[in-house]
Structures are given as C-alpha cells and as structure tokens.
C-alpha cells in the first residue's frame, strides 16, 4: 500500500474523513502525540488498528470525540466530577474512564465494561472527527513497543506501506500522551500522567495517583491501566536514567562516553555536539523533545542512552512514567 502524507488542510480532513467512513485507518495529529485513528464503532476498522501496530489485544483504546455532545451515547453514566473536568480541561489532553455503553464494540475496550474517552485539543483531530461525524478510536501511531510519534516523520518511519494516509499537523505541542483518569466516588485517580498535571486535578477533588505510575508491576499482578504493564516507548538502544545533576552528572557521563562510542547522553541544557543532545530545561520542553530524542537514538545508532533524571512533579511526572518504562526501570544511582 502506498501511503500519503498531505499537510493539513481542508482538503486533508475531507481525505482523512473519506478513507475513515470507509473503514480505513489514518494517522492524525493531536496536540499529545500522532494518533492512529478508525470509526471507533465499527470491530472490522478497529481490530485493524491492533493489526497495523501489533498491539496486544486486551490492550483497550481510547475514543476521541469532537464536541460534548458525543459522549452521552457512548457510556452509561457521566459522573458529575467528570462534568467540571471536562468543562475545564477539554478540548485537552485528558483522557477519562467511564461505563461503557453497548455501541462501544469489545474490541475497542479491550473487553473491559468501561471506556476511555478525550476531547482532543488540536483542531486538526477535531475537524476530523467532526467531518467524519463519528467518534474514532485512535492509539499512539507507533509500532507497539516504540516511542510514540510527535511528528509525521515517525510516523511514516513505523506505519509506511499499512495504511493509506497520514495528516500532517506539525509538531506535537505536548509530546507525551494523555493524563489517563477513572474515578473512585469523588476520588480522581490517575492511570496515566500527562500533560494535566495532578497538581491542575487537584482543585477538583482528591487525587490519587496508581502505583503503576512509577512502580514496576509484578510478573502476573492486575493492573487498572493495561497499557501499563507493557515494555513501552523503547528504542533499540538500551536507555538508562541517570540519577545526578550538574557536575555530578556531567563526570559520570564524561567517564562513560570517554570508554565507549556509542553511548549518547540526554541532558537538560547541555551543548548538543551529536554525543549530548538538550532535552530540556522544563518539564514541559522535556516532554516535547523526548520521544522525538529516543527515535534519534535509534537512528544514529547508539546502543546506550543515559538520561539525566527529571524532575518527579507537574508534566515531570509523566516524562520520569515514560522514562521508567522506556528505560525498563533501570536507574543509576551516582
Ligand atoms: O494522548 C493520547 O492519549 C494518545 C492520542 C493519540 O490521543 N493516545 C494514546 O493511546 O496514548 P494509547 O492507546 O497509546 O494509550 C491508551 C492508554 C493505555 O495505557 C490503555 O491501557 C489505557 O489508555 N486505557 C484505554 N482504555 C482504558 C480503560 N477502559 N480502562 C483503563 N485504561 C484504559
Ligand atoms: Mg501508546
């Protein structure tokens, strides 16, 4: 299969929209990351999805939707606390559970009884959405097991030859996907962090945040979020987090990349000589680079990548949560 990639426009909406209603799989934007998207009530497009990315198949999808009034139709209930953080978090990057209503096809909820749902920000994905008239369920657009696609480019580097086309809508402002929430009572507990920090929730009511977030699950435990107990974000390089800063983490890292060639190093603010690339001073910038950095490692060919340890808290939380798995939770203590 031949697939295009047309910058994002009227015409690509309408494009995207066609080849969806037909029963077809496109690659999105949104503002998290690029998304793999197909009519969400339709088995045949979703299962596709799994197929195109080898997903695991318990694995369940979030479904996207265009404005407020497509939710009710696809769950059984809406909580109130779901209410106010809809009002004040979408279109954004927050992804809520709910009971799920019977047009939602198992398939795409992973055979759970709940479904997760957001409102994505970017208008690109909303014109699609809406265009389509339909709600489409849409995974990170990477190979399973590789880091998620902040830009068309990596996209087309996983999906070229599955699927017909991929919108271009630049880069991805975030860079790490949706703050994944359910709701115990009036408690908010957090599956999966993301760029709506815990701090932002928190004026809404309790937060909770699931230990899988930064801990590692046990060999066969039950976890809430099944995305969390994958080997996640991975580049063939193996990836460490370094826990150091400044001249600390400057000698260890100095010491390593004197004894071996083909070890980079992502530091925050560092000079980027093709051995040291920046990965931020914020959180936030950290997040927005940090696929992108893990993709670049793959491509010129390390076969080591020491991170310097991000910050644990607001958008911190979820680069250390993709870090943790990328890095299969290997830290190293200087
Ligand atoms: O930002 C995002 O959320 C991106 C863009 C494309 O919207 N999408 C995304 O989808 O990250 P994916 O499939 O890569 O991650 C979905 C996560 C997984 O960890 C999955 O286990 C969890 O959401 N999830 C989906 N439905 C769930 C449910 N009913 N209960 C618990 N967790 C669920
Ligand atoms: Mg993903």
């Not at 068309?152 to 703050?179: Q, R, W, Y």
Request: glycine content about 8%; charged content about 25%; some cysteine.
């Amino acid at each position: 299969m031949f697939t295009r990639v047309e910058k994002y426009s009227r015409q690509s909406v309408i494009d995207a929209a066609e080849l969806l209603k037909a029963g077809k799989l496109v690659a999105i934007p949104t503002e998290t990351v690029y998304g793999l998207a197909a009519n969400a009530l339709n088995e045949k497009a979703v299962a596709d999805i799994f197929l195109a990315k080898g997903r695991p198949q318990d694995n369940p999808l979030i479904v996207h939707i265009s404005d407020m009034s497509m939710l009710p139709p696809l769950v059984c209930e809406i909580p109130d606390i779901a209410k106010r953080l809809a009002e004040r978090f979408w279109p954004g990057p927050l992804t809520m559970i709910f009971p799920k209503a019977d047009i939602i096809p198992n398939v795409t909820s992973g055979g759970l009884d709940t479904v997760a749902v957001r409102m994505p920000e970017s208008e690109a994905a909303r014109a699609i959405i809406k265009e389509c008239g339909f709600p489409l369920a849409a995974p990170s657009a990477n190979l399973s097991g590789k880091p998620s696609p902040t830009a068309a480019a990596h996209v087309f580097g996983d999906m070229n030859g599955k699927i017909p086309l991929i919108v271009d809508g630049g880069e991805c402002s975030v860079g790490v996907e949706s703050t994944v929430v359910c709701f115990k009572g009036d408690m908010i507990h957090i599956l999966r962090p993301g760029g709506i920090t815990a701090e932002m929730l928190s004026e809404y009511g309790k937060v909770e945040i699931d230990k899988a977030v930064t801990a590692q699950p046990e060999k066969d435990e039950k976890v809430l979020s099944p995305g969390m107990k994958y080997k996640h974000y991975s580049p063939k390089a193996d990836v460490y987090i370094v826990n150091a800063h400044g001249d600390k983490f400057a000698e260890y890292c100095a010491e390593r990349v004197k004894s071996d060639k083909k070890v980079i190093v992502l530091g925050s603010g560092v000079s980027e000589n093709g051995v040291y690339f920046d990965y931020g001073k914020t959180p936030e910038l950290q997040a927005q680079r940090l696929f992108a950095l893990l993709r670049k490692a793959d491509e010129i060919g390390a076969e080591t990548v020491l991170v310097e340890m991000p910050e644990q808290s607001g958008v911190g939380l979820a680069v250390y949560n993709r870090l943790l798995r990328a890095a299969a939770f290997r830290i190293i203590e200087v």
